[in-house]
T-cell receptor
Framework: DADVTQTPRNRITKTGKRIMLECSQTKGHDRMYWYRQDPGLGLRLIYYSFDVKDINKGEISDGYSVSRQAQAKFSLSLESAIPNQTALYFC???????????FGNGTRLTVT | DQQVKQNSPSLSVQEGRISILNCDYT??????FLWYKKYPAEGPTFLISISSIKDKNEDGRFTVFLNKSAKHLSLHIVPSQPGDSAVYFCAAPSIQGAQKLVFGQGTRLTINP
């Protein structure tokens, strides 16, 4: 079983719809992240959480919200999806500041 | 403001030769750097890292070199193998606020048989 599991793997939705991407981990890490990958832009941080009561905005948080339901679960929501949110979304965990991130396999989201 | 930059979107190398992937950064306060490798339909995986107190770190076929005066790091793969074909990202923990990784744009490496 994967240490970091993202669901769904693929999703197509329409403009204006609400959508939730889910992430769960079995690594026991406190730190969890949501990144977005776009061609030519690399990975950009959307939100991050260093424990259940800690939620922080990343560099591109507009249009997104998150919920840290438990140490192992961190979900990303798009309240009203728009086409420029079409991207590959990754959840990741880490043990500490200089520890490597452990990524899930991503969710490919298409907003039409 | 792109703090970590990979200016080559793609690189093609013959199998068995050396692959050199480059990364530049703007903030001299960065103290740690990481390289990640990403295959299609998978998440990035950690490859190798280097602390700013070193100028070289080696792990098997992979070596990362750090030139602090030039704010430049490079990843060398010798010898290159077909399985090395992937997208490579360099990254550094941001020193602003609560530390989190900032990534370069990525370089797609293709190893030709």
């Amino acid at each position: 079983d994967a240490d970091v599991t993202q669901t769904p793997r693929n999703r197509i939705t329409k403009t204006g719809k609400r959508i939730m991407l889910e992430c769960s981990q079995t690594k026991g890490h406190d730190r969890m992240y949501w990144y977005r990958q776009d061609p030519g832009l690399g990975l950009r941080l959307i939100y991050y959480s260093f424990d259940v009561k800690d939620i922080n905005k990343g560099e591109i948080s507009d249009g997104y919200s998150v919920s840290r339901q438990a140490q192992a679960k961190f979900s990303l929501s798009l309240e009203s999806a728009i086409p420029n949110q079409t991207a590959l979304y990754f959840c990741a965990t880490s043990e500490s500041r200089n520890s490597p991130l452990h990524f899930g396999n991503g969710t490919r989201l298409t907003v039409t | 403001d792109q703090q970590v930059k990979q200016n080559s979107p793609s690189l093609s190398v013959q199998e068995g030769r050396i692959s050199i992937l480059n990364c530049d950064y703007t903030n001299s306060m960065f103290d740690y750097f990481l390289w990640y490798k990403k295959y299609p339909a998978e998440g990035p995986t950690f490859l190798i890292s280097i602390s700013s107190i070193k100028d070289k770190n080696e792990d098997g076929r992979f070596t990362v070199f750090l030139n602090k005066s030039a704010k430049h790091l490079s990843l060398h793969i010798v010898p290159s193998q077909p399985g090395d074909s992937a997208v490579y990202f360099c990254a550094a923990p941001s020193i602003q606020g609560a530390q989190k990784l900032v990534f370069g744009q990525g370089t797609r490496l293709t190893i030709n048989p």
